[in-house]
Nanobody, 118 residues
Framework: QVQLVESGGGLVQAGGSLRLSCAAS????????MGWFRQAPGKQREFVASLTSGGGSTNYADSVKGRFTISRDNAKNTLNLRMNSLKPEDTAVYYC???????????WGQGTQVTVSS
């Protein structure tokens, strides 16, 4: 049973930075791709970024490319998201997830709120 706990969110002004973390417990972290998603008020949850089990390959949504950096520490079962040049439209609850094979888990933690003021 995997548990994912997100942290690091907060209130920041436009142009600022935040670093999100996701602590994973249970088996499988180092063997599976991981990713970040976000859900803004009134909108569907959307993909933000992902990386492979070894961290060698990453994928980003066009809206965050060049501003966000995803990374992982398999020794600590931790996934990170460095967010720079934040914009008000980045305001959302951010979630991490694990991909097993081609499917993301049908499990979501509590998420961490990111609010960017203009």
């Amino acid at each position: 049973q995997v548990q994912l706990v997100e942290s690091g969110g907060g209130l920041v002004q436009a142009g600022g930075s935040l670093r999100l973390s996701c602590a994973a417990s249970g088996s499988g972290f180092s063997f599976n791709a991981m990713g970040w998603f976000r859900q803004a008020p009134g909108k569907q949850r959307e993909f933000v970024a992902s990386l492979t089990s070894g961290g060698g390959s990453t994928n980003y949504a066009d809206s965050v490319k060049g501003r966000f950096t995803i990374s992982r520490d398999n020794a600590k079962n931790t996934l990170n998201l460095r967010m720079n040049s934040l914009k008000p439209e980045d305001t959302a609850v951010y979630y991490c997830n694990m991909r097993r094979g081609s499917e993301w888990l049908n499990y979501w933690g509590q998420g961490t709120q990111v609010t960017v003021s203009s």
